[in-house]
């Protein structure tokens, strides 16, 4: 059984900095590329990033240079960097494994100007 627990959301100030962490188990983790999605109120979730087993990554446009997406395989974890925040990117952050259809709670994320 899947399980993955995100943590590190906060409340920050536009221009800030937040460093999400996602601890996954259940799964080959060096094998399956990941992702963190978020969700906004009132809007769909969206995929923000990815990285694949090996560690090539990709972004939505929104948040290109300022996000980065890492992972450690020995600690099957995942993260996102986010910096120079802005209140756009308010929303719960979820990790997920792309092979897998398992969310986890979420973080929440708040962003004041």
């Known amino acids: 059984q899947v399980q993955l627990v995100e943590s590190g959301g906060g409340s920050v100030q536009a221009g800030g900095s937040l460093r999400l962490s996602c601890a996954a188990s259940g799964i080959i983790f060096g094998i399956n590329p990941m992702a963190w999605y978020r969700q906004a109120p009132g809007k769909q979730r969206e995929l923000v990033a990815t990285i694949s087993g090996g560690g090539l990554t990709n972004y939505v446009g929104s948040v290109k240079g300022r996000f980065t997406i890492s992972r450690d395989n020995v600690k099957s974890m995942v993260f996102l960097q986010m910096n120079n925040l802005k209140p756009d990117d308010t929303a719960v952050y979820y990790c997920?494994?792309?092979?897998?259809?398992?969310w986890g709670q979420g973080t929440q994320v708040t962003v004041s100007s």
């Open positions: 997920k494994a792309l092979s897998d259809s398992t």
